[in-house]
């Protein structure tokens, strides 16, 4: 069984940073695509990054040029690292793991942006 556990939400101003990790334990199939997605107060969950096992990106308009995702296939950790955050970047951020048809979600680690 794959488990995937975020850390490194918290409470940071406007403008400020913050760097988000994702660290998936268990049998974990090479060719996958990690990524983040994150879901505010009364809001739909949406996509804010991902990235596959070989490297390739996609992210949501609201974050280019802003948030970049990268990954460390050998320790299975994707990270987000999240520059100029601004307050509707307010949001509970889930790791996102999906391979072979299956889609595995960590627990979510909530980060606030205070203008």
């Known amino acids: 069984q794959v488990h995937l556990v975020e850390s490194g939400g918290g409470l940071v101003q406007a403008g400020g940073s913050l760097r988000l990790s994702c660290v998936a334990s268990g049998a974990i199939i090479s060719i996958n695509v990690m990524g983040w997605y994150r879901q505010a107060p009364g809001k739909q969950r949406e996509l804010v990054a991902t990235m596959t096992s070989g490297g390739s990106t996609n992210y949501a308009d609201s974050v280019k040029g802003r948030f970049t995702i990268s990954r460390d296939n050998a320790k299975n950790t994707v990270y987000l690292q999240m520059n100029s955050l601004k307050s509707e970047d307010t949001a509970v951020y889930y790791c996102?793991?999906?391979?072979?048809?299956?889609?595995?979600w960590g627990q979510g680690t909530l980060v606030t942006v205070s203008s």
């Open positions: 996102n793991l999906a391979y072979r048809g299956l889609s595995i």
